[in-house]
């Protein structure tokens, strides 16, 4: 939809209202936040200072002076004059009362594989061997980037961590991503190391992933950026698994590098708040991806908060987001979030159905987890390959959550009644890359769950429902509008890397009341998801407003898999749509039409799909290519990408008589449908 049209026109709603479901008394007997004067803790009138709160749960090293600084609105600085450190937070703080504790459980793809229990000491050690590796021999420094492309081993954090303890920017590209997409956020974010894996599992396959540190460094060098090494983790230390041949010179093996450093101790860097802790990518409007900016100190304590609130963590609990730390939801909930409250927190390597659709329920049994963190995406696929599978193993879950799409009621009751076995509450977070943490969710003691609802704001967070003319949708109006946040919070990212101009016109343009105002009241956030908001206050987000795709709950943009298509020689234009699909949400249509000497055969359509996941990864693969003889447009020639989603959807097309070429529609429908 392009942001002339209006929100409520293009979103109907989902689903209706539905009933209430109370926390079970076994879970508010032990939780964290049983308080229903929450909300009232946070309200407007305690802006900002409440916050306090929130970074009161991490160690400092000085106080700030300045809670909230609006100065270079709307880039809000927060806790400004504070200093501390992520790693010190995360790992050392702990090793008085939790030495012997698990932090990490790593569970490999295979099960002949023997699970690893990484202790705090353990990850203490290795991160202090490996942060003494990125300095002496890397020569990395705080507010250096680097990048990495790592898979889901305990390597990943442990480097992440390693980073955060000098200051040092991490920049995680999800490991299926592609070479080139990786090669895109090097060049973008000026890395000149790249810290990656040989292999990896997947499906029961060891995957050769270094051959993309290959494919990013190549084309991060041709837009310019140079990569002077690459540090290699060895999914076998000693073995290398992979096929490319390896640079002199340039590529190195950790697990040899690290025996010059073992036992070295690196004194975690005491870094100011507002320094950056890590730039994590996102798609936006535009083909260019957006390096999304995090704090130190506002995020880490923004989730450290919604760990312990929302999610209930408490140090005893053993922890497991299924999400991959590739993305946001696993930086903040597998990482920074439950290692900063001394959980144990679970990593597993592989997919959830393998090799079978029990594999969660039996990893959940194996290592007694009790909090369980998944999408709407993995809920219907385990339910559709193995609805009665998790009634096989005995585990006990006290919380779950779900993040990343709605959830249908159908689907959420099958997550409460057959996965939590009515025991468990569940949290619906609604929250994105940009925000650091949760936005709306129950806090799940205090306010009641809803099935297909994400729930109030949290407390600190106040949401409120615009229509197109800037006007506020009142509670229980039944309409769709944009849901924005009226206030800045902690954890929310400071500014697009490099790119202040995109972060002001994407997020706040539309309704800053002046561009001047220094006022944080003047500058409410816009999300970019439609939403409607019930009488009682709960959200609900019907989806994206702009071009991006949610595909299995992973954030696409329509424009960056266009301009995929766009790189096959014979392609003149690409358009693609969101359509519905039963497992993962959305999935992706292609439609293209060719230049006037290209043939339309299979074989196109197959190098057009390949191209897609070569320039950006298996998960941006059409479901169809199809490749039209025109695209429907308008008079003044702009590409009519409704008109295909309605083709796609098998939905009523509208009129089209005022298109330029009307007759196009009915061939595609039938070329499509029939
Ligand atoms: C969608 C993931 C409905 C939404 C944390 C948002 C959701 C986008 C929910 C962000 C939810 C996320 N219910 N939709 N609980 N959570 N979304 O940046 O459209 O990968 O804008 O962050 O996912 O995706 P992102």
Redesign the pocket.
């Known amino acids: 939809m392009s942001s002339n049209e209006s929100v409520e026109k293009h979103y109907s709603v989902h689903w209706q209202e539905e009933g209430l479901y109370q926390a079970p008394p076994e879970f508010i007997g032990q939780a964290n936040c049983t308080d229903p004067g929450i909300y009232e803790k946070f309200s407007l009138d305690k802006f900002p200072e409440c916050f306090k709160a929130f970074a009161d749960l991490l160690d400092w090293d000085a106080y700030w002076h300045t809670t909230l600084d609006t100065s270079d609105a709307p880039c809000w600085r927060w806790f400004v004059g504070g200093r501390l450190n992520a790693c010190y937070n995360c790992v050392d703080r702990h090793l008085d009362k939790y030495r012997n504790k698990t932090a990490i459980h790593f569970v490999p793809e295979l099960e002949e594989e023997k699970i690893e229990h990484i202790t705090y000491q353990e990850l203490y050690r290795r991160v202090n061997e490996t942060a003494a590796l990125l300095k002496d021999f890397a020569g990395l420094k705080a507010g250096d980037r680097v990048t990495l492309h790592l898979p889901m081993t305990p390597e990943l954090p442990i480097t992440m961590l390693a980073c955060a303890r000098l200051g040092i920017i991490h920049s995680e590209v999800f490991a299926g991503f592609s070479g080139r997409a990786c090669g895109d956020r090097i060049w973008d974010s000026e890395s000149t190391v790249l810290i990656t894996m040989d292999s990896y599992y997947r499906s029961g396959k060891l995957l050769d992933h270094k051959e993309k540190a290959d494919e990013a460094i190549k084309s991060a060098e041709k837009q310019g950026q140079k990569v002077d090494k690459v540090l290699i983790w060895r999914r076998y230390p000693g073995t290398y698994s992979s096929q490319t041949p390896v640079v002199d010179g340039r590529d190195y093996f950790m697990d040899e590098l690290l025996k010059n450093y073992f036992s070295v101790v690196v004194e975690p860097v005491s870094m100011p708040a507002e320094d950056i802790l890590f730039l994590m990518y ?1 798609s936006g409007s535009t083909g260019r991806p957006k390096g999304c900016q995090h704090s130190i100190g506002g995020y880490l304590a923004y989730v450290t908060w919604m760990s312990k609130y929302v999610q209930d963590i408490h140090p005893e609990d053993v922890y497991w987001c299924m999400a991959d730390i590739g ?3 696993g930086h903040s909930f597998i990482v920074y979030g439950p290692l900063a409250l001394a959980a144990s927190s679970v990593i597993y390597e592989g997919v959830p159905t393998y090799p079978d659709a029990g594999r969660p329920w039996k990893i959940a049994e194996e290592l007694g987890v009790n909090i369980f963190h998944t999408s709407p995406t993995a809920i219907r696929g385990l339910r559709k390959a193995g609805a009665d599978e998790p009634s096989k193993y005995n585990y006990h879950f006290k919380h779950m959550t ?6 249908e009621p159908e689907v959420w009751r099958w997550y409460y009644n057959v996965v939590g076995r009515k025991k468990a509450v569940i949290v ?7 925000n650091g943490g949760f936005l709306c969710s129950t806090i799940p003691a205090v306010v009641p769950m809803k099935p297909g609802s ?1 729930g109030p704001g949290v407390p600190g967070i106040h949401p409120i429902i615009l229509d197109d003319e800037g006007n506020e949708i009142p509670p229980g109006a039944g309409k769709a509008g944009n849901i924005c946040i009226k206030n800045p919070w902690p954890g929310a990212f400071q500014t697009i890397w490099k790119d202040k101009e995109r972060y002001i016109e994407t997020y706040y343009r539309r309704y800053n009341r002046d561009p001047n105002s220094k006022d944080w009241r003047d500058w409410p956030y816009m ?3 439609a939403a409607v908001m019930a009488a009682d206050g709960y959200f609900r ?1 019907l ?2 407003i702009d071009d991006v795709i ?1 595909v299995a709950g992973h ?1 696409l943009g329509t424009k960056e898999i266009e301009s995929a298509a766009l790189t096959v020689e014979e392609v003149a234009e690409a358009a693609v749509v969101s359509v519905n699909d039963e497992v993962k949400g959305t999935v992706p249509d292609l439609y293209v039409s060719l230049k006037p000497q290209a043939q339309a055969n299979e074989e196109l359509a197959k190098r057009i799909s390949n191209a897609v996941s070569e320039v950006i990864g298996k998960i941006a693969r059409p479901a169809h290519v199809y490749i039209v003889s025109d695209m429907p447009k308008t008079r003044s020639g702009k590409l009519m990408r409704r008109i295909l989603a309605s083709i796609s959807n098998y939905k009523d097309v509208g009129d089209v008589t005022t298109l330029a070429n009307p007759k196009i529609v009915e061939e595609i429908r039938r070329q499509v449908q029939d």
């Open positions: 996102t993305w946001i939801t779900t993040v990343g799409e709605p959830i619906d977070t609604w929250w994105q890359t940009e994400a999300a970019g998801d987000i989806g994206r949610n954030r």
